[in-house]
C-alpha cells in the first residue's frame, strides 16, 4: 500500500505519520515512512534549497522542475522498491502538494503539473491520500508557534512566509482535488484534538484495508 497525508501548512501530518505508524503497525505490517521534498540523499538537498527562505527569488517554473526532480529520485530508489518488497509506504506529502502548491497557487496550471508529472513519473499515484483539512490562518499560527518553540526550523519557512492569500490558494485547491477523486482522497476536520483526528484517521485506514484486501488496489 502506498498512503500519502497531505494538507496546509500547520495542519499535523507529521503528528499523524506517527499514528499511521501505530496502526500499520498494530495491523502487523511493514512499512516505511518518508517524506516529499527529502526521501533520499540528493533529495534532502533539494529539500535545503525548495524551503529556505532566502531561495525568496526562485521562479515558480524551477521550483515545479525541482520538485520532480526530488520525486523521480524518490519514486525509483525509495517507494516502487519498497512497495516491491512488499512493504507498505506512507509519505509526507506526494504530487497532489505539487499540483496544490505549483499547479494552483504558484497558478501555473494543473495540465503542466499532469503532464511533466506522466512523462517523469509515468502517471504513479498513492493508493490513498490522506487529506488534513484546516484553516490556514490556525495552520499558520501552529506552524509559527512550533518555530518560535524551536519544534520547527526556521531554515524551512520559505513557504510559511507566503501571504495568507496562498495558503487559502493551497487550501481550496486541495479540496478540489478531494471532490475530483473521493475514492483515493479522504477529507480529515484536522481543527480537532490529536485524539479527534486521530480516531477519524484510524477509521478511514480501517475502512480502506477492508477494500485494499477484497481488491487489491483502489481506484480513484
Request: glycine letters at 8%; a positive charge.
Given at each position: 500500500m502506498f498512503i500519502t497525508l497531505e494538507g496546509i501548512e500547520g495542519s499535523g501530518k507529521t503528528t499523524q505519520m506517527k499514528n499511521?505508524?501505530?496502526?500499520?503497525?498494530?495491523?502487523?505490517l511493514e512499512f516505511v515512512l518518508t517524506r516529499e521534498p527529502g526521501g533520499t540523499r540528493i533529495g534532502k538537498a533539494i529539500?535545503?534549497?525548495?524551503?529556505?527562505?532566502?531561495?525568496?527569488?526562485?521562479?515558480?517554473l524551477a521550483e515545479l522542475l525541482l520538485y520532480n526532480a526530488d520525486r523521480v529520485q524518490h519514486i525509483r530508489t525509495v517507494i516502487k522498491p519498497?512497495?516491491?518488497?512488499?512493504?507498505?509506504?506512507?509519505?509526507?506529502r506526494f504530487f497532489d502538494a505539487t499540483l496544490v502548491y505549483q499547479g494552483m497557487a504558484r497558478k501555473l496550471g494543473t495540465g503542466l503539473v499532469n503532464k511533466i508529472h506522466q512523462l517523469v513519473c509515468d502517471g504513479f499515484q498513492p493508493d490513498l491520500t490522506l487529506?488534513?483539512?484546516?484553516?490556514?490562518?490556525?495552520?499558520?499560527?501552529r506552524t509559527w508557534q512550533q518555530v518560535d518553540s524551536g519544534?520547527?526550523?526556521?531554515?524551512?519557512?520559505?513557504?510559511?512566509?507566503?501571504?495568507?492569500?496562498?495558503?487559502r490558494r493551497v487550501r481550496a485547491g486541495y479540496l478540489q482535488l478531494a471532490e475530483?477523486?473521493?475514492?483515493?482522497?479522504?477529507?480529515?476536520?484536522?481543527?480537532g484534538s490529536l485524539v479527534q483526528v486521530a480516531?477519524?484517521?484510524?477509521k478511514i485506514l480501517d475502512e480502506f484495508l477492508e477494500g485494499f484486501n477484497k481488491n487489491g488496489h483502489q481506484s480513484s
Amino acid at each position: 500500500m502506498f498512503i500519502t497525508l497531505e494538507g496546509i501548512e500547520g495542519s499535523g501530518k507529521t503528528t499523524q505519520m506517527k499514528n499511521v505508524a501505530r496502526w500499520l503497525e498494530a495491523k502487523g505490517l511493514e512499512f516505511v515512512l518518508t517524506r516529499e521534498p527529502g526521501g533520499t540523499r540528493i533529495g534532502k538537498a533539494i529539500r535545503r534549497l525548495l524551503l529556505d527562505p532566502a531561495s525568496i527569488d526562485l521562479d515558480p517554473l524551477a521550483e515545479l522542475l525541482l520538485y520532480n526532480a526530488d520525486r523521480v529520485q524518490h519514486i525509483r530508489t525509495v517507494i516502487k522498491p519498497h512497495l516491491a518488497d512488499g512493504k507498505s509506504v506512507v509519505c509526507d506529502r506526494f504530487f497532489d502538494a505539487t499540483l496544490v502548491y505549483q499547479g494552483m497557487a504558484r497558478k501555473l496550471g494543473t495540465g503542466l503539473v499532469n503532464k511533466i508529472h506522466q512523462l517523469v513519473c509515468d502517471g504513479f499515484q498513492p493508493d490513498l491520500t490522506l487529506l488534513l483539512d484546516l484553516d490556514p490562518l490556525k495552520g499558520l499560527e501552529r506552524t509559527w508557534q512550533q518555530v518560535d518553540s524551536g519544534k520547527r526550523s526556521q531554515a524551512e519557512t520559505r513557504f510559511e512566509n507566503e501571504k495568507l492569500e496562498f495558503h487559502r490558494r493551497v487550501r481550496a485547491g486541495y479540496l478540489q482535488l478531494a471532490e475530483m477523486y473521493p475514492r483515493r482522497i479522504k477529507v480529515i476536520d484536522a481543527s480537532g484534538s490529536l485524539v479527534q483526528v486521530a480516531r477519524k484517521l484510524e477509521k478511514i485506514l480501517d475502512e480502506f484495508l477492508e477494500g485494499f484486501n477484497k481488491n487489491g488496489h483502489q481506484s480513484s
